[in-house]
């Protein structure tokens, strides 16, 4: 495993919640990961919640600047029927060649990382041409109330949920980091609740 190159604070705690809490997203998961291909990558694995979705691919290249979420990733990385390489950095700069990759996954993590369209410039960097980036996502809400009530709850939200931020427009980012097609599925709640979910593919 490559050595971390700035450490990340994470929490042993969160982990344990985060591992616990996107249990129940299991179905969902699968439908986004189980359309990777060939070589992936995936950014901010988390705990590793992802692994045992994937299908067929040729390797599985990760990025995870948590400690704690590594170390679950690491243990859930083992015996699985693919390579896998896991790595202690961010999204926002990362160690691979331009063009490396045929499959890029986020997985509810645009919300988390500190400078997402630094990662998304990263994702798009890193993705052979044609590949594809394999995408859910929590989001600000299109409703008014709820989108009130996301910006109010966000402060306390950012501090027991590992950095996530309720409110932030990521599809919107993905939209305008380049893609030359973005599709986006509602996935849940998207009407009204405080977590509308999307799901998509956007094709470099
Ligand atoms: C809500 S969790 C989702 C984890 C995983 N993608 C999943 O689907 O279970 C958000 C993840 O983003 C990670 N993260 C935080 N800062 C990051 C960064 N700069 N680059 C990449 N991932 C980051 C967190 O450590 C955490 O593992």
Known sequence: MTQPTKPH???PFVARIIDGAMWPLRRLRRKVVSQAEGAVLEV?????????????IESLHGV???PYMLERANRRGQGLPYPVDL???GGESMPYDDQTFDTVVATWVLCTI????KALA???RVLKPGGRLLYVEHTRSKNRLASAVQ???????KAVAGGCHLNRDSVSMIHQAGFSDVTVKPSGG???TIFPMYRGIATK
């Open 44 to 56: 901010g694995v988390g705990t590793g919640l992802n692994f045992p979705c994937y299908g067929e």
């Open 151 to 157: 910006n109010g709850l966000n402060p306390l939200w």
């Open 64 to 66: 995870e600047p948590d």
């Open 9 to 11: 604070p994470g929490h």
């Open 114 to 117: 500190p400078e997402p369209e």
């Open 87 to 89: 790595i202690a950095v």
């Open 190 to 192: 998207e009407s009204w």
């Open 122 to 124: 990263e994702m798009y």
